[in-house]
């Protein structure tokens, strides 16, 4: 800007001098010199902007090759940019301490280290309160971005009591509806937004066992995730799969067959027959099939899911519990001998509360079945006995 202003007075000494300016003239002229200057500022400007656009792309591509530490970096050098440049309660700021908040939350699940973890919650944390006022401020309580970076304070809640093991909070859900609430209100119970909080209630409802809720927003939700993702996505499969579970735990259990089933397709037509989500899938469905007596269904699923792991040396756990409920499945669809049946019976008990107890001591994402589940399974396992017991009595 000094040498701006050293360019133009030099730049009006020599016009005086070449053309002995009149004073109507000279003012004609320091206008004129005034436009230049502020072409030339708004170059600078505009190289500035360019290389700010730079820097976003720069921070989408380390998103797209999954190298967050490099996206948070440099969405955090953006942000100290625009603070300096714009100041600390533009609308802008707002805006991007969300995504960079976004992208802290998605740290909790990958860092092992628990100091780390704290660390990067209370700087978003701050950042996310103070992107609320600005909201706030600036566009108004009642508006969208409020109601978004609400919702955002609940899912940034949520995944940290995640990742130290505990289940969300009563007070992750409340800041999430609150949000939801917002930006329904503005802009409607379709609007993919008004969507994406809604899916993500869901999750906050699932895991807090409130899964009559979770189920409904898993469900409001299903046609947009198809329409945004694809019907043959992964991200859709794994969306049907989770209103699955939902189902199962509803009791449920033939709605929560056929969303499994529809999953499943998706995983083959994908060529992913041979991946661990599909035998995982495989097994859920066969637990299903159990549930709801379809004892062949079962049968031929926990065949397809004990084989599958059966090819992982490192889903040794997971073979033996496909195995397990297949010896299961076969007791039920020819029992044999009801004093055989009831010895495997009790054996099969003991394995169950040994499943469960090797459930309730690994971190929560970790769990591959879960502990309602196991506990579904358990009271089949003893009414089965319960009766066969009354029939060898009598």
Same mark, same amino acid.
């Given at each position: 800007?000094?040498?701006?202003?050293?360019?133009?007075?030099?730049?009006?000494?020599?016009?005086?001098?070449?053309?002995?300016?009149?004073?109507f003239?000279?003012?004609?002229?320091?206008?004129?010199?005034?436009?230049?200057?502020?072409?030339?500022?708004?170059?600078?400007?505009?190289e500035?902007?360019?290389?700010?656009?730079?820097?976003?792309?720069?921070?989408?591509?380390?998103?797209?090759?999954?190298?967050?530490?490099?996206?948070?970096?440099?969405?955090?050098?953006?942000?100290?940019?625009?603070?300096?440049?714009?100041?600390?309660?533009?609308?802008?700021?707002?805006?991007?301490?969300?995504?960079?908040?976004?992208a802290?939350?998605?740290?909790?699940?990958?860092?092992?280290?628990?100091?780390?973890?704290?660390?990067?919650?209370?700087?978003?944390?701050?950042i996310?309160?103070?992107?609320?006022?600005?909201?706030?401020?600036?566009?108004?309580?009642?508006?969208w971005?409020?109601?978004?970076?609400?919702?955002?304070?609940?899912?940034?809640?949520?995944?940290?009591?995640?990742?130290?093991?505990?289940?969300?909070?009563?007070?992750?859900?409340?800041?999430?509806?609150?949000?939801?609430?917002?930006?329904?209100?503005?802009?409607?119970?379709?609007?993919?937004?008004?969507m994406?909080?809604?899916s993500?209630?869901?999750?906050?409802?699932?895991?807090?066992?409130?899964?009559?809720?979770?189920?409904?927003?898993?469900?409001?939700?299903?046609?947009?995730?198809?329409?945004?993702?694809?019907?043959?996505?992964?991200?859709? &499969?794994?969306?049907?799969?989770?209103?699955?579970?939902?189902? =199962? +735990?509803? *009791?449920? %259990?033939?709605? $929560?067959? !056929?969303?499994?089933?529809?999953?499943?397709?998706?995983?083959?037509?994908?060529?992913?027959?041979?991946s661990?989500?599909f &035998?995982?899938?495989?097994?859920k469905?066969?637990?299903?099939? =159990? +549930?709801? *007596?379809? %004892?062949?269904? $079962?049968? !031929?699923?926990?065949?397809?899911?004990?084989?599958?792991?059966?090819?992982?040396?490192?889903?040794?756990?997971?073979?033996?519990?496909s195995?397990?409920?297949?010896?299961?499945?076969?007791? =039920?669809?020819?029992?044999?001998?009801?004093?055989?049946?009831?010895?495997?019976?009790?054996?099969?008990?003991?394995?169950?509360?040994?499943?469960?107890?090797?459930?309730?001591?690994?971190p929560?994402?970790?769990?591959?079945?879960h502990?309602?589940?196991?506990?579904?399974?358990?009271?089949?396992?003893?009414?089965?006995?319960?009766?066969?017991?009354?029939?060898t009595?009598?």
């Amino acid at each position: 800007m000094k040498r701006m202003n050293e360019d133009t007075l030099i730049l009006t000494r020599k016009l005086k001098e070449k053309f002995r300016l009149k004073p109507f003239n000279l003012f004609a002229v320091v206008l004129l010199v005034i436009a230049l200057a502020v072409s030339i500022s708004s170059f600078f400007v505009g190289e500035k902007d360019f290389n700010l656009l730079d820097e976003i792309e720069a921070a989408k591509k380390a998103k797209q090759q999954g190298d967050l530490e490099e996206h948070i970096r440099i969405l955090g050098s953006i942000l100290e940019e625009r603070k300096k440049s714009l100041g600390d309660t533009h609308l802008a700021v707002a805006r991007l301490s969300c995504r960079l908040v976004h992208a802290l939350a998605q740290t909790y699940s990958l860092l092992d280290d628990p100091s780390k973890i704290e660390e990067n919650h209370i700087f978003a944390s701050k950042i996310l309160d103070e992107a609320i006022l600005i909201f706030k401020k600036q566009v108004g309580v009642n508006h969208w971005e409020t109601g978004k970076a609400v919702g955002q304070k609940g899912y940034l809640i949520g995944e940290y009591q995640m990742s130290q093991n505990e289940l969300p909070t009563e007070r992750a859900i409340l800041y999430m509806k609150e949000g939801l609430s917002i930006v329904s209100n503005e802009l409607g119970s379709n609007d993919s937004r008004t969507m994406l909080l809604n899916s993500i209630l869901a999750g906050l409802f699932f895991h807090q066992g409130m899964y009559d809720e979770a189920e409904k927003s898993y469900q409001a939700t299903l046609s947009w995730v198809e329409k945004t993702n694809g019907a043959l996505s992964e991200r859709f &499969a794994w969306h049907l799969v989770t209103l699955s579970d939902t189902k =199962l +735990l509803t *009791n449920k %259990f033939s709605e $929560a067959y !056929k969303h499994a089933e529809r999953a499943q397709a998706i995983y083959a037509k994908l060529s992913l027959k041979s991946s661990y989500e599909f &035998a995982r899938l495989s097994y859920k469905k066969g637990l299903i099939a =159990l +549930l709801r *007596n379809d %004892f062949n269904s $079962a049968k !031929k699923n926990l065949k397809v899911s004990s084989v599958l792991f059966g090819s992982m040396p490192e889903r040794k756990k997971e073979f033996a519990w496909s195995e397990q409920d297949l010896e299961f499945a076969k007791m =039920l669809s020819d029992p044999g001998t009801s004093r055989d049946v009831l010895q495997r019976l009790v054996e099969y008990l003991r394995v169950l509360d040994g499943r469960y107890s090797d459930l309730l001591s690994q971190p929560i994402r970790e769990r591959k079945v879960h502990l309602e589940t196991v506990l579904k399974i358990k009271n089949k396992a003893i009414t089965v006995y319960k009766e066969m017991r009354g029939h060898t009595k009598t």
